[in-house]
């Protein structure tokens, strides 16, 4: 590959715009824009999402984009346009779609492809972009809209917040272009960590966002936006122009629903019923309250946490027993034990709450099998209530290991972010046959507390069942809660007149509701979408024979999920063979969230100090890697220095740093002069931070060595698989590690050390 190198003065740093942040003629960055355009009607919203990448670079490019969807969207289509082509995306099963994309590109042809890798975080791939050129992908997707307490809920997430990934590096090739690692705890982390930007970075991406709300017969009193400013024209709903992708945008649609029984005619329907007005039924609970107290959680979050918590321990009685455990890295209950939810035991737990500080890594697993422990077989209701913003990414090992436990309880989910991890959140809940509150702000918050405290009661209705109709596939039934109406998806051969049953207060509870056909095309993909969703979890918590099962779902219903992907292949040969330089689109840091205290280090090889190489800022991809920081060290997982840190904590962070560089480049399959050279720019950073801390001993110094020698890799006639060898066996005896060499024994991985 050659790159020409770009003169200095045609880049130039942005004034009062943060370390990292620079402007060039051409651009940097392969995204240029992003359209979503929804249709909102009744209980429905039909989405289609356009997104506009160019290549700013002299030789042709893969582009890769991670981002978020809705995690009940059901993505139905899948189209690329170039140039004066319009390519259909077809989906197969996954490996296929894969084979077919990489043939592409190495035969020189336009490709792209769309995968799922958590409900809510997909990737797109479109390649052999010729210099200069422009393309456009685009997704169709069918979404159902929540509805709660007389308010429908359009939320339309804009980016993939970093999350927490636990466990021990893995050998061999990444599955992704991320920074960070697979693991054995998330063996696809590098999928779902994309790089992020720099605070303060010029806004990348140009944001467009309109809703047209159809009331559909329905009397809508209100439209109301939570964190965008928005502009109505008529039944439209517009984004201000210059926003950035860094929240959800959340749409309130203010109108009264009722139970109604839809059909589409082809043998869908879709069934909503809503709550009764009996009186609750109050069981003596078990309760245990998890708090996450993680660094993701610092700020405005940690506040709405501590007061969501407080307000669940309030409505607990003396009838009840209860726990309270707060998690990060570690496990810190408030007391040992249930306890008698006394006055004076839930003094004790609001004071407890009271006093928690965000810190540390979200090791959630562990918590949840506390509170798995903790709720034996008692006799009692038993309840797990959550508050966290979900985001880890460990989330199949999480289900698979107490996935079955949790779904006899019932678990309730306080999600708390203005980027939150919707997705595994509502599996969480959806396990437990229980509800999930989402809190996307401080003014949201008190409107959520009168929900949540009802919620966590117990539910009007159970035990519910369907009869009148003749059904093949029905999704799970769940429970009715105060003020939410059950939503249910399923194929049938004969409907008439459905009567739905249940218990409420001890007694039989029916209602009849009468069908209506409405020949609505959304919802044949919506139960599809809702049926892979359940054998997706079930397959997450050991079912793995229902792989096969999945992919023949998917492809039947021509709806997306995690074993099968759209794949859009030009015909036409556009470039002589695979693509030369490959780019991850950073994404925004959320709103509301700390920078990584970590990648302070890291933002001092982009400030005025020193000239920047050429390659480096034209190469832009590991540029953004750096400015997210090290592959674990978002804040929560290491956090910020305090006054009077010590010497010997800085040289142990620092070799923290240094073993996850060595992990991603022992993945690196051969010699790259143009990764080494940034790696050199990495570690030359590094190295100035340390000394910069008062180290001055021979680890920064051999250190420093070793970056001035991997930022020659790109010059003409260096040792390139040499330098490779040589960071490798400096790293390896940085980090501890006995022997550098890859030849011979194969080694014991430093994260594997008893």
Request: proline share 7%; charged share 25%; aromatic share 6%.
């Amino acid at each position: 590959m050659k790159i020409t190198s770009l003169d200095p003065s045609r880049s130039r740093p942005v004034e009062e715009a943060g370390f990292g942040a620079l402007e060039t003629e051409r651009g940097n960055l392969p995204l240029e824009s992003l359209d979503v355009d929804a249709r909102l009607s009744g209980l429905v919203a039909g989405v289609e999402v356009a997104q506009g990448f160019r290549n700013p670079f002299d030789v042709t490019l893969e582009a890769t984009y991670v981002f978020p969807l809705p995690d009940r969207a059901a993505v139905t289509a899948f189209r690329m346009e170039a140039a004066d082509r319009v390519i259909e995306g077809v989906l197969k099963e996954r490996g296929q779609a894969r084979a077919d994309y990489d043939q592409a590109m190495a035969e020189g042809r336009r490709a792209a492809i769309a995968e799922e890798e958590r409900p809510d975080v997909f990737t797109i791939r479109v390649g052999n972009l010729a210099p200069g050129e422009r393309v456009s992908v685009r997704l169709t997707l069918s979404q159902p809209l929540p509805y709660e307490d007389g308010a429908a809920t359009f939320r339309f997430p804009l980016v993939v917040a970093p999350r927490y990934i636990p466990g021990a590096p893995l050998d061999g090739p990444q599955a992704g272009a991320g920074t960070v690692p697979d693991t054995d705890a998330t063996p696809d982390a590098s999928r779902i960590t994309p790089p992020v930007l720099l605070p303060g970075f010029p806004n990348p991406v140009r944001l467009s966002l309109t809703a047209t709300v159809d009331p559909a017969g329905l009397d809508l009193r209100e439209v109301a936006s939570s964190l965008h400013v928005v502009e109505q024209e008529g039944g439209t709903v517009s984004l201000r122009p210059g926003e950035r992708l860094d929240r959800d945008f959340v749409l309130r649609l203010a109108f009264d629903a009722s139970t109604a029984l839809q059909l589409d005619g082809e043998g869908t329907f879709a069934l909503t019923v809503m709550p009764p007005d009996v009186p609750e039924t109050r069981l003596p609970r078990d309760v245990v309250l998890l708090l996450d107290r993680s660094g993701s959680m610092g700020g405005w979050k940690m506040v709405a946490a501590r007061r969501a918590a407080a307000r669940i321990v309030d409505t607990l009685t003396s009838a009840d027993r209860f726990a309270v455990l707060a998690f990060d890295s570690v496990v810190e209950p408030a007391f040992d034990g249930l306890r008698e939810a006394s006055d004076r035991e839930r003094f004790r737990a609001v004071e407890h709450l009271a006093r928690l500080e965000a810190r540390g890594g979200t090791e959630l697993l562990e918590p949840l099998r506390q509170a798995v422990g903790l709720l034996g077989e008692s006799g009692r209701e038993r309840v797990v209530v959550l508050v966290t913003d979900g985001q880890v990414g460990n989330e199949d090992q999480i289900l698979e290991q107490v996935g079955r436990a949790l779904s006899a309880m019932r678990v309730h989910v306080v999600g708390i972010d203005r980027a939150v991890n919707a997705g595994f959140l509502g599996r969480l809940a959806g396990l437990g046959a229980g509800r999930c509150e989402l809190v996307e702000s401080e003014d949201r918050l008190d409107a959520a507390m009168e929900q949540i405290h009802r919620r966590i009661g117990a539910p009007l209705v159970t035990d519910l069942s369907l009869d009148g109709l003749d059904t093949e596939e029905v999704t799970h039934l769940g429970s009715l809660f105060p003020g939410v109406p059950l939503q249910v998806f399923g194929r049938y051969r004969a409907a008439g007149p459905v009567t739905v049953r249940g218990v409420a207060a001890g007694a039989t509870w029916e209602q009849v509701v009468e069908p209506v056909v409405t020949g609505h095309s959304a919802l044949k993909a919506l139960w599809t979408r809702a049926r892979l969703r359940e054998l997706e979890d079930r397959y997450a918590m050991g079912e793995h024979a229902l792989e096969a099962r999945i992919v023949e779902l998917s492809l039947a219903g021509g709806v997306l999920c995690r074993f099968t992907a759209y794949v859009a292949v030009d015909t036409r040969v556009s470039a002589d063979g695979a693509p030369e330089h490959h780019v991850i689109q950073p994404v925004e840091l959320p709103s509301g969230w700390e920078p990584p205290v970590a990648a302070a280090p890291m933002m001092m090889m982009a400030a005025p100090a020193a000239a920047p190489r050429a390659s480096f800022l034209e190469s832009a991809q590991p540029q953004f890697q750096a400015a997210a920081g090290p592959p674990r060290g978002f804040a929560k997982r290491m956090p910020a220095p305090a006054p009077g840190r010590g010497v010997d904590q800085d040289r142990e962070q620092g070799r923290e740093q240094l073993a996850a560089e060595l992990a991603r480049l022992r993945a690196v399959p051969a010699a790259d002069p143009a990764y080494l050279a940034d790696l050199g720019s990495r570690l030359a950073a590094l190295a100035t931070y340390l000394r910069g801390h008062g180290l001055a001993d021979e680890l920064v110094t051999e250190l420093a060595e070793l970056a001035e020698a991997l930022e020659r890799a790109e010059q003409p006639g260096a040792d390139v698989a040499g330098l490779r060898q040589r960071a490798i066996d400096v790293l390896t005896a940085l980090t501890g590690e006995p022997g550098g060499s890859e030849a011979g024994k194969p080694r014991r991985p430093f994260w594997k050390r008893g």
